[in-house]
């Protein structure tokens, strides 16, 4: 665009004129910045043109204006706008209405588009599953030949000897009870005549518990 057609359609007030029909035309809100972006290179406006000529409409009282922290908004005038007629109105229902249900089958669309992606993204491809399935046999492979070795022993624990063995753990852990009972009354009658913590009276005597070994009692079956 030449300097001299800028000139010529900012002089005069030629800005202002482009601005107002445009926002009128348009009737939603533009900053300056969007202004000039969407004007400069259809009519040759500057920015500081663009700048100048809003805030003159909007002096004016021919535009309106709102700031928004350091940005600023214009846009048309509503009372100055032609009312629209009945027709046009129904006719911007219709069209309001068409346009939402079109949205809404877009926004359906797209979370449908947006679960099958998902599903895309979390599933294997066909290397990995390759892999995958590869990874398995040998898994199968190694335990089936853990199961021949096991099975080929002749180290086997009896029906007899696994008994003999889980009846004496059960003795042994209830002898462990029976004396821990023991000892902890006995600590207990103690220890109401000591004036000094329990902690510290173990520390003192040199006695340790199960649970300063993090050892417990097995659970009686």
């Known amino acids: 665009m030449s300097k001299g057609r800028e000139g010529s359609a900012a002089g005069g007030g030629g800005a202002a004129a482009v601005l107002l029909r445009y ?10 910045q969007d202004a000039f972006g969407n ?13 100048k000529a809003l805030e003159q409409l909007a002096q004016q009282g021919r535009i309106r204006e709102k700031a928004y922290g350091k940005q600023k908004i214009y846009f048309a005038d509503q009372e100055q706008l032609p009312a629209a ?6 006719s911007l229902d219709e ?12 926004q359906q ?4 588009m947006e679960a099958e ?3 895309l993204n979390s599933s294997m491809t066909t290397p990995e599953m390759a892999k995958e399935l590869e990874e398995l046999r040998k898994d199968c ?20 000897e696994k008994e003999k063995v889980c009846s004496e753990q059960q003795l042994y852990c209830k002898e462990w009870r029976r004396r821990k009972r023991m000892a902890t009354e006995l600590l207990d009658a103690i220890l109401e005549g000591y004036p000094k913590s329990k902690k510290q009276f173990f520390e003192e005597v040199g006695i340790e518990t199960d649970e300063d070994h993090n050892v417990r009692l097995p659970t009686a079956p």
């Not at 040759?44 to 043109?49: D, F, H, S, V």
């Not at 007629?85 to 129904?90: K, T």
């Open 23 to 32: 926002l009128r035309e348009q009737n939603r809100p533009y900053s300056a």
């Open 39 to 51: 004007l400069q290179r259809e009519h040759g406006l500057g920015k500081a043109a663009v700048v």
């Open 85 to 90: 007629s009945d027709a046009e109105l129904r």
């Open 95 to 106: 069209q309001i209405a068409a346009l939402s249900a079109k949205v809404q089958a877009l």
């Open 109 to 112: 669309s797209c979370r449908q």
């Open 117 to 119: 992606l998902k599903d």
């Open 141 to 160: 492979r190694s335990y089936t030949e853990k199961l021949e070795r096991i099975k080929s022993a002749t180290n086997h624990v009896s029906p007899e």
